[in-house]
C-alpha cells in the first residue's frame, strides 16, 4: 500500500475485555513495529519484528500484551483483559529491513478502556 | 523508558519567526532523527542525522549534533502556521540490536500563530 494502514482508528472497550489491532505495512517493507504513546509516558517501543519473528519483545508491558506478523506483512496486536491504564494511542510503522533507520508511521489507533 | 529530553516543551512563536527545538540523549547513538506529528497521530520523519555528521540541512530544517555533549538542535527558519505541531527527536542506539530501533524524546509542541 501507499503508506502504513492502522485499523481501527478508534476503539472504545471496556475493562477486561481483549482487543484486536491491526497494521498493514507499507509493501516490501521487512521491518516492522509497535509503539505506545500516552500521556505522561511519552512514546514508548513494544515491540520489533523482522519479517515474522520478533527479535526484540522486550517493550511488551505485560504478559497481557502480544503480537505476532504473518506472510511478512500485517501485524495484529492483542491486549488481553485490557485495563484502564492500556488506554493510549497505538502506533505502528515500518521500514525497508534491519538497521534502516527511517521509520513509516501509521496514524495509530487510540484505544479507550473504561 | 525515554532517553531523550527535549527542550523547551512548548514553543510558541509568531509566522516568520525561526523556531530552535533541543534534544539530549544519554547512551551512544549511531543516527538520530526528528519526527513531526499533527494532532497527536501518525508520525513523520523530517530528518536524519548520523553520528558522524555535525550539521545538515533540508529546506527550512537544520539540524545539529553534538556527540561531545550528546544533544541536537532542530531549527526551522521562517516559520510558518502549519508548521504547529509536535516535534520529536528520536535515537537509535550504536551497538547492540542495531536493528532501528527508535527511543523517543518527550517532544516539543510547536505553535505558531499567523
Known amino acids: 500500500g501507499a503508506g502504513v494502514s492502522q485499523s481501527p482508528s478508534n476503539k472504545v472497550t471496556e475493562k477486561g475485555k481483549d482487543v484486536e489491532l491491526r497494521c498493514d505495512p507499507i509493501?516490501?517493507?521487512?521491518?516492522l513495529y509497535w509503539y505506545r504513546q500516552s500521556l505522561g509516558q511519552g512514546l514508548e517501543f513494544l515491540i520489533y519484528f523482522q519479517g515474522n519473528s520478533a527479535p526484540d519483545k522486550s517493550g511488551l508491558p505485560s504478559d497481557r500484551f502480544s503480537a505476532e506478523r504473518t506472510g511478512g506483512s500485517v501485524s495484529t496486536l492483542t491486549i488481553q483483559r485490557t485495563q484502564q491504564e492500556d488506554s493510549a494511542v497505538y502506533l505502528c510503522?515500518?521500514?525497508?529491513?534491519?538497521?534502516?533507520?527511517?521509520?513509516?508511521f501509521g496514524a495509530g489507533t487510540r484505544l479507550s478502556v473504561l | 523508558s525515554q532517553q531523550g529530553e527535549e527542550d523547551p516543551q512548548a514553543l510558541s512563536i509568531q509566522e516568520g519567526e525561526n523556531a530552535t527545538m533541543n534534544c539530549s540523549y544519554k547512551t551512544s547513538i549511531n543516527n538520530l532523527q526528528w519526527y513531526r506529528q499533527n494532532s497527536g497521530r501518525g508520525l513523520v520523519h523530517l530528518i536524519l542525522i548520523r553520528s558522524n555528521e555535525r550539521e545538515k540541512h533540508s529546506g527550512r530544517l537544520r539540524v545539529t549534533l553534538d556527540t561531545s555533549k550528546k544533544s541536537s538542535s532542530l531549527l526551522i527558519t521562517a516559520s510558518r502556521a502549519a508548521d504547529t505541531a509536535s516535534y520529536f527527536c528520536a535515537t537509535g542506539n550504536a551497538g547492540g540490536t542495531s536493528y532501528g530501533k527508535l527511543t523517543f524524546g518527550q517532544g516539543t509542541i510547536l505553535t505558531v500563530h499567523p
Open positions: 509493501s516490501g517493507h521487512t521491518a
Open positions: 510503522a515500518s521500514s525497508l529491513g534491519r538497521g534502516i533507520p527511517i521509520q513509516y
